[in-house]
């Protein structure tokens, strides 16, 4: 096997063949259960502030207070953001995630004090690490960190160019390996992580004739993705998807509508093609008006929904 080390200024893709697999009928007098579910929503705002506050999953749903950090990112300068890892540090918060910006990628780092300030004490950080960014959809990263330091972690980082390529690298040291691409998938509009392990990430997305669906993809070398249908129509009403953890198998999806600025909760139980249980919680009761939303995530990210 030929290991290479590359530099992400470089996206080029294997062309990989991507399939469908279609679940049963979904089962009736099921329910998901969103009691206790919380998402903690960023955003980046206009002028180039990071914002954070909690969507909780009640009935009806609330939204906790706004927190805005200025000055992380110039005015309109963010193209695309990752979900971004917030680690407690001595009383105050460690950020770290990956952007575009003016068509280059960076890795993005900051801390900030009790008020959300940026602590000018640690080095806030836009690290350059490749251009050739310009023709690309959206960037994920998922970051496998076991609780037991002894098992091995993981670092990959997901991006779709324009015309559909999907493309999949691996961090290793200072570098990164691309290990994985595939076409074919020009026809998704939002990607939310869901499952993770060692082995493999599992994402939800909806597509442009509105279904709603699982991707699988191993992590191991030039692995590509599989797909299960969850729902067959209505969900490209959607720009963008927002998951994270909701007990102990399932989901709090947020899909946000770009046209009418709003933003709808969903409990999505345990990924099972068709038979996946998904409960409408409502219109989360705020205005998505920002330029970019994200997830943060915590270091221990567990996500067991796929």
Request: positive net charge; contains cysteine; hydrophobic residues 35%.
């Amino acid at each position: 096997m030929l290991r290479k080390t590359v530099s992400l200024a470089s996206a080029g893709a294997l062309a990989l063949t991507l399939g469908v697999a279609a679940g049963a009928p979904a089962q009736a007098g099921t329910s998901a259960t969103a009691a206790a579910c919380s998402l903690r929503l960023g955003s980046v705002t206009a002028t180039g502030a990071h914002t954070s506050r909690t969507l909780n999953a009640t009935a009806p749903i609330t939204v906790g207070g706004v927190r805005g950090t200025a000055g992380v990112f110039g005015p309109n300068a963010v193209q695309h953001t990752s979900t971004f890892v917030g680690t407690p540090l001595l009383g105050e918060e460690s950020r770290a995630g990956l952007t575009v910006m003016g068509g280059a990628l960076y890795s993005s780092t900051y801390v900030v004090d009790g008020q959300s300030q940026i602590d000018p004490k640690y080095p806030h950080n836009n690290l350059r690490i490749g251009g050739g960014w310009s023709n690309f959809r959206w960037i994920e990263q998922s970051i496998h960190r076991p609780s037991d330091a002894g098992k091995p972690s993981r670092t990959t980082l997901y991006a779709q160019e324009t015309n559909g390529t999907t493309t999949r690298w691996i961090a290793e040291g200072t570098g990164w390996r691309v290990t994985a691409g595939v076409g074919g998938l020009s026809t998704i509009k939002s990607l939310a992580l869901i499952g993770r392990t060692y082995t493999n990430d599992t994402f939800i997305t909806n597509t442009r004739d509105g279904k709603l669906i699982t991707l699988q993809w191993p992590s191991k070398y030039l692995s590509g993705p599989t797909s299960t249908v969850v729902r067959d129509k209505t969900w490209q009403t959607f720009e963008q998807l927002i998951a994270t953890s909701c007990g102990a198998n399932g989901t709090l999806l947020l899909g946000i509508d770009r046209d009418t600025q709003s933003g709808y909760l969903y409990a999505v139980g345990h990924a099972a093609g068709r038979n996946t249980v998904i409960k409408s919680l409502g219109k989360v009761p705020m205005t998505f008006s920002d330029p970019q939303y994200f997830r943060w995530a915590p270091k221990y990210d567990t996500l067991n929904g796929g």
